[in-house]
């Protein structure tokens, strides 16, 4: 029976190898990391990775309620780990939240209630806990045998901490000259804002947290973004010192928005995963309208497919690129991550209604469901009059500001009813043709001026 036992184990072991090779050579090629540090150490973490498995944690704040698409490439590499029989954790900042990492910011976050953070936690917990769900259902055949993601919440070990013994035992393996040297500190006290105490404590609680979960899990690597090798320092600085282990950090690339803006709720450039901050649509979208020159980087960040299949489809996009085939393929794999393939279903569905000019599509929607796709459209509530006309309707639902603008664009042929072009000014409004089957109606002036009409 040991034996058995014994094999059953080195059989366990020699896949995980076999995977876990499979996967820093995937690092490697897709350029998954930024930076590693202690980077003379790049040796030993390919080492790391290919040995039996290691814990690796990332960890998200609560300052919205949502995550957005820059976080989602973390869970991507985090789910990689995970596919690779490593223990993956991720970490819910319930305590320092209520900080907010200073990091890069040229003022100091907004004090956040606690009862705002506690739902922030919670909802960031439903984006994370969807995704994982969504991957294993749709991208990982054999998921029974993945390791379950902990999430855990670092209130836990600071709710009932004593400040004195924090800053004796643990402040005591921090130096000023080191914390002060940060470009991110340095910029801050620089500027006219400055910083608090309280924003300056942050690394130190990051980096105690890190210290936690290597002492109770044994966690030895932290992944982050770009932004984070400051605060990833601080934590390996902590525990080399406190415990003498040596850990690493990575870091990521940075996605920006369109354009290459970085991405910030300030702006209100943000993408999120939450379906009730943007739409499937919106998400979808976003990665429909990726750059030719972007594509084949961001189907290695946000996709399961091989290096192989991937290159097969670039070179089939570039035959066509007006057909935008490598960014549907993308934008379907990152919308069925993030909302399951009914969020797909839906973000085609509206799609459809765009850029399809299909009456079929637009009947199956409700003026919600428009206006989530249609933002700034407005709604327009009208009796149904037998024998109105063209002209009557777009007067009745405001869409030109004088009779001559009506008549002068219509005419032009600037006027769509349900993506279809009308001209005549005295057509008579039709149920099946102008009026869809779910009583709407959607006027367009122009490229993007949309209003619609629900008929009572």
Not at 417 to 424: R, Y
Request: glycine fraction near 6%; charged fraction near 20%.
């Amino acid at each position: 029976m040991n034996n058995i036992l014994r094999l059953r184990s080195l059989t366990k072991y020699y896949n995980f190898r076999r995977y876990s090779a499979r996967y820093v050579l995937d690092a490697e090629n897709r350029q998954l990391y930024d930076d590693i540090f202690p980077f003379i150490y790049k040796e030993d973490v390919k080492k790391l990775w290919r040995s039996p498995p290691q814990c690796v944690y990332a960890g998200f704040d609560p300052t919205a309620d949502s995550l957005h698409i820059g976080h989602l490439l973390i869970l991507m590499n985090l789910l990689y780990w995970q596919r690779c029989g490593h223990q993956v954790i991720i970490l819910l900042g319930g305590a320092t939240g209520l900080i907010g990492d200073p990091s890069f910011r040229e003022t100091e976050r907004s004090e956040m209630e606690q009862v705002i953070l506690t739902q922030n936690v919670e909802s960031i917990k439903n984006n994370i806990v969807n995704i994982i769900r969504n991957h294993a259902e749709y991208f990982c055949k054999n998921h029974q045998r993945l390791a379950p993601i902990k999430i855990l919440n670092n209130i836990e070990w600071y709710k009932d901490m004593n400040l004195l013994p924090f800053i004796t035992d643990i402040g005591k393996h921090f130096r000023m000259g080191t914390m002060l040297g940060r470009t991110s500190v340095r910029d801050r006290l620089e500027s006219k804002s400055g910083m608090s105490f309280t924003e300056f404590t942050y690394p130190l609680l990051q980096a105690y947290d890190w210290l936690q979960l290597q002492r109770k899990y044994n966690c030895l690597f932290q992944v982050g973004g770009q932004d984070q090798m400051g605060n990833i320092i601080s934590g390996h600085d902590l525990i080399t010192r406190y415990t003498k282990t040596q850990v690493y950090g990575l870091t990521l690339p940075l996605i920006t928005a369109e354009g290459g803006k970085k991405f910030g709720k300030s702006i209100g450039n943000v993408v999120w995963l939450s379906s009730a901050r943007s739409s499937y649509f919106q998400l979808y979208q976003y990665f429909i309208r990726v750059e030719d020159a972007n594509v084949e980087k961001f189907l290695h960040f946000f996709t399961f497919l091989s290096t192989h299949k991937i290159k097969e489809i670039v070179e089939e996009h570039f035959k066509k690129p007006e057909l935008r085939i490598a960014q549907k393929i993308l934008a379907e794999k990152v919308t069925t991550l993030v909302h399951g393939e009914e969020g797909l279903i839906a973000a085609k569905r509206a799609s459809a209604v765009l850029y399809d000019k299909s009456i079929d599509s637009l009947a199956r929607l409700q003026v919600n469901d428009i206006l989530q796709i249609l933002e700034g459209a407005t709604v327009v509530e009208l009796l149904s009059e037998p024998g109105i006309n063209i002209y009557n309707l777009a007067m009745k639902a405001n869409c030109f500001k004088t009779d001559h603008d009506a008549r002068r664009i219509i005419t032009a042929g600037g006027f769509y009813i349900n993506n279809q072009k009308v001209t005549n000014l005295a057509e008579v409004v039709v149920p099946g043709i102008h009026i869809l089957s779910n009583n709407i109606s959607l006027l367009r002036v122009g490229k993007k001026t949309y209003h619609v009409v629900r008929w009572l």
